[in-house]
Nanobody
Framework: QVQLVESGGGSVQAGGSPRLSCAAS????????MGWFRQVPGKEREFVAA????????YYADSVKGRFTISRDNAKNTVSLQMNSLKPEDTAVYYCAARNRISFGSLREARNYQHWGQGTQVTVSS
């Protein structure tokens, strides 16, 4: 079992570059593929980025590719999302998620992650 706590959200101007962090508790953090998702009211949770357990592979939604960077530090049990060139449409609650080592289905789908943080609001003003 892993518990996740996000931090780093808040209000930012368009073009800003906040960094979200997610601290994980529990054992064998490197066994988990980690992902970031976001959600706005009335819409489904949307994939943003994911990173493999070793950190060697990363995946991005087309809408954030080239602007966001996901990274992890397995020694510190943390995963981060560096967000650059923010746009108002990036406004959402951002969730950190962990996917068990043995999992099936696309890592771009929220239903394939077993553990979730409580979310952190990011609001981008124009």
């Amino acid at each position: 079992q892993v518990q996740l706590v996000e931090s780093g959200g808040g209000s930012v101007q368009a073009g800003g570059s906040p960094r979200l962090s997610c601290a994980a508790s529990g054992r064998a953090f490197s066994d988990y593929t980690m992902g970031w998702f976001r959600q706005v009211p009335g819409k489904e949770r949307e994939f943003v980025a994911a990173i493999s357990g070793s950190g060697s592979s990363t995946y991005y939604a087309d809408s954030v590719k080239g602007r966001f960077t996901i990274s992890r530090d397995n020694a510190k049990n943390t995963v981060s999302l560096q967000m650059n060139s923010l746009k108002p449409e990036d406004t959402a609650v951002y969730y950190c998620a962990a996917r068990n080592r043995i999992s099936f289905g696309s890592l771009r789908e929220a239903r394939n992650y077993q553990h979730w943080g409580q979310g952190t609001q990011v609001t981008v003003s124009s």
